[in-house]
């Protein structure tokens, strides 16, 4: 039943047509799997060695395009908090081969330098674009705002700036008063992640320096199938900022949350934790699960265009699962479920086509060829071997 788990939750990819129909066959059997989000809570670490990657990337491959905004950071202190988490966002980009652009507090105009770069974007490329916001927020009740080097830029501009976008998008906002950027940015085919779940919670945040630390951390993999999501990757962090407070006895001022079901609502940890696998209630996680901004050497075989047609699949897999109560015979459901598994079977057959090396063909070994021998030889060879007598 794990097995079946890791399919629709895409916490592991199937390789063959055998494994995946092998899978679905096991959904008739009773559930004791626990989900990623029943780990047990986690105290504050030190960021982990990230693991080094082992996979020789196709030269001029992008598998994502990575915006990282840094913004004003008031105090020095903050600064060198802001430039660490901003350091982790450019190596992890780069390790999963994205186009990474970085807007530093240096710039005086970082509000037009941000709506420049994403109007330079194609709207529809099948690669994912990741925005991340490192800084401080504010709300004054009406409008929330991330603060920049000159004009702040607010989720109204954000949304205004994306409302054309239909590819993949990853908005994660690490600072204050960023929970409306939820409900303006929010959309299918998003997924948006916050530190706060209100305006009102204007305290310097934790979270966004949790959240980069566990792009490349082996503990924020909860599956162990060599990438954290950004689904885990929230997990972590949220679990991150509540232990650093309740180790240090404070009242939490920040409750992060992640949308990613287009309801602009957004779920908070406790949530996603009383959260069951089976559950027919629409909730935020599904879709954060397919995306990871570091690849394992698995989905680095995979183009953009590939990995969307997979997770479109896994998607529908899964929307099928939560509906299996519905089905009078079981045969209706295996019956359409089955065109979705070997439609994923043929994507993975596609990558295993291009990756394939034709095998040398097998050759004998070279004999050593006999010397020739000229005539008489033989009998003056015998007559010199002849033993005395």
Known sequence: MRNLLMILTNTQRPRTLSWLLATAITAALPCEAQDESEAPPVT?????????????PDEGKVNAELIIVQGTPGEENYAEDFAAS??????????????????????????????EVIASMQPDSPIPLWIVLIGHGTFDKRAANFNLTGEDVSALDLGEWLDEFKRPIILIHG??????????????????ITATKKG??????????????????????????GQASVYECFLYAARQTAAFYETNGLLATEHSLIDDN????????????????NSTKLI?????????????DDEMKLTPDQRRRRNVLERQILELRRKR??????????????????????????????????????????????PIEAPGTEAATTATEAPER
Not at 44 to 56: R, S
Not at 175 to 192: F, W
Not at 344 to 356: G, H, M
């Open 284 to 296: 935020d996680g599904d879709y954060a699960r397919l995306w990871s901004l570091v690849l394992n």
């Open 200 to 225: 009102s919670e204007v305290n310097y945040t934790r979270f966004g320096t949790f959240m980069a630390r566990a792009l490349q951390s082996p503990e924020a993999d909860l599956n162990n199938d």
């Open 86 to 115: 901003a350091k982790l966002w450019k190596e992890a980009g780069e390790k999963g081969l994205a186009k990474v652009t970085f807007i530093g507090p240096d710039n005086e105009t970082q509000r037009e330098k941000l709506k």
């Open 175 to 192: 600072g204050a008063a960023s929970a409306p950027y939820v409900r303006r940015l929010s959309r299918e085919g998003r997924v948006i």
């Open 262 to 277: 287009g309801d602009g609502r957004g779920s908070e940890l406790d949530l996603l934790e009383r959260y069951e696998v």
């Open 325 to 370: 109560g519905d089905y009078a015979e079981e045969s209706a459901f295996y019956a359409d479920a089955e065109p979705l598994l070997l439609e994923i079977a043929r994507i993975y057959t596609e990558i295993e086509d291009v990756n394939s090396e034709p095998e040398p063909e097998s050759q004998a070994e070279p004999q050593p060829e006999e």
């Open 44 to 56: 504050p670490t030190a960021p982990v060695e990230a693991k080094p990657a082992q996979v020789i």
